[in-house]
């Protein structure tokens, strides 16, 4: 009894907590027969609930008219996240590597092992170039090593007990394709969620609190909208099978589609550990998270054709990839003390290049560019560096790259135009330079009457006097075509030559 009046003060506290934030709230005074099973009659089994949303928490109060109370009683709440609407894949495995393909990614298709491998171009064999005739092995799984799994990505569920036993997260075996993938486990959060259950005249109330990390997948500081779902599951000894009520009339199993849907007035207080949130708003990307180790850690999803082998990709088939992203945030200052904030983001998506994305935040202005460089990172102290004009303003250089083939394919797979430009805050443009290094060994410096310069090899840059004078260091493709080229900012903010 001391801790069921402890828990209990427990969701009073949480409760008061709830009520002095914003809050959004929701009601359900009818509940759903589940597809394919007889509605109970209202006295047999009936509910209705209300609910409360705050940015960091969840309260849900349900008012159960049993007619026949067990202790295998229980409600079960599902969420779900907005982006995704399904659970059911094929997964395989191939040298310790985890699969997870699917027919489509359309939410109205299903995952069909058997029209997967006869009725699309899913390999029974090695495949063959139709130019070349040259075979080669797949690097996918066999066919008949394939299965058809439910993966909970965006998905979590608990159990609520009649019994006032421990709230539980059900089905954690779920995820593991998932977590093979990003190589990290999502967390049981059966721990932030806390209930008690009291008889009333015609059944039980639950009363049941959960903190926000229940999701356990989100969208990082933009989240506002959250499907979920309540389901009262009754188990009475004389009758055949359980009794199912929802409070959504489509209740398909492990399909969040067809949860209920809340657009929040507000954002969840949802944020990877280590970097501010309003550098994530700011980036204007959307930053998915993962509930593991303790803290909500960013990763990725690659959705595409399967890469079957090199230059071959299916046409029917869909791929799904997940991937850890690292986050490390720093700070800094310029010499005239303006405060810089910088984000990184690297990871190793599908592609072929390792990826490591920049964003700088300075004056409350964001930009974004890449590491240097795309093949291989080389250190450089001019890339992604914030300087000071003679003017006092704010200036940086920043470095991007667009592939000429993702996933590394076709003659100049690993090939791409280079990028860099060196600006000032208010987004005015002193200098831009292209390469076209490893495809047309040249680069391009500046746009009114450009200077090109051919047979190049590698080319780097450095501050010689930081913010005033660098240097392009060119090696060229023969010892004759070396050279150094330096160029100075003046006093009114213009990029000129220094030879």
Not at 164 to 184: H, T, V
Not at 320 to 331: E, G, H, M, R, W
């Amino acid at each position: 009894m001391r801790n069921i009046h402890f828990l209990f003060s427990l969701l009073l506290c949480s409760c008061q907590v709830l009520l002095s934030q914003e809050k959004f709230e929701v009601s359900h005074p009818q509940f759903y027969k589940i597809p394919s099973k007889e509605l109970p009659s209202e006295i047999d089994l009936s509910a209705n609930a209300n609910g409360y949303f705050t940015a960091d928490s969840f309260y849900f109060d349900v008012y159960v008219k049993d007619d026949h109370i067990t202790n295998q009683d229980r409600i079960d709440i599902w969420f779900g996240s907005p982006w995704s609407d399904f659970s059911d894949y094929i997964v395989g495995e191939k040298n310790k590597k985890t699969f997870i393909f699917r027919n489509s990614a359309e939410s109205g298709d299903e995952a069909n092992l058997q029209r997967f491998i006869q009725d699309a171009d899913y390999p029974k064999g090695k495949l063959k170039n139709a130019e070349s005739g040259q075979e080669i092995k797949p690097i996918v799984p066999q066919a008949n090593t394939l299965k058809r799994e439910y993966i909970f990505h965006g998905i979590t569920r608990f159990e609520f007990s009649s019994n006032q036993s421990i709230a539980k997260q059900l089905e954690l075996d779920k995820y593991k394709p998932l977590e093979n993938q990003l190589g990290m486990k999502l967390d049981d959060l059966s721990t932030f969620a806390k209930y008690t259950v009291s008889k009333t005249d015609s059944g039980l109330q639950y009363r049941i609190a959960m903190h926000n990390k229940c999701l356990g997948f989100a969208r990082a500081v933009k989240m506002n909208e959250i499907r979920y779902v309540i389901d009262i599951i009754d188990i009475d000894p004389d009758e055949p099978s359980e009794q199912i009520i929802s409070t959504t009339a489509n209740r398909f199993y492990g399909r969040p589609y067809y949860f209920n849907k809340i657009a929040l007035p507000f954002t969840l207080n949802i944020v990877p550990d280590g970097v501010p949130a309003n550098m994530i708003e700011k980036m204007g990307i959307n930053q998915d998270v993962i509930f593991s180790g303790g803290s909500w850690k960013a990763y990725g999803l690659n959705v595409g054709g399967i890469v079957y082998g090199k230059d071959f990709i299916s046409e029917a088939l869909t791929e799904f990839f997940f991937y850890p992203i690292q986050l490390i945030y720093s700070t800094s200052k310029t010499s005239n003390n303006v405060e810089v904030e910088r984000l990184d983001l690297k990871y190793k998506d599908a592609t072929c290049f390792l990826q490591h994305e920049v964003y700088t935040l300075i004056n409350n202005q964001i930009f974004s560019g890449k590491e240097y460089r795309y093949t291989n990172r080389v250190e450089s102290n001019f890339i992604n560096s914030v300087f000071t004009l003679a003017d006092g303003t704010t200036a940086l250089v920043i470095y991007d790259y667009e592939p000429v083939d993702p996933l590394g394919f076709g003659e100049y797979g690993h090939t791409a135009d280079e990028f860099i430009s060196i600006m000032k805050t208010d987004n005015q443009n002193l200098l831009n330079i292209g390469h076209r290094i490893e495809a047309a060994s040249n680069i391009v410096i500046g746009e009114k009457n450009p200077q090109k310069i051919e047979n190049v090899k590698s080319v780097n840059y450095v501050w010689v006097d930081f913010g005033k004078v660098f240097e392009i260091d060119i090696k060229g493709i023969q010892p004759k075509d070396n050279k150094t080229l330096r160029f100075l900012i003046n006093e009114q903010g213009k990029v000129v030559s220094a030879d």
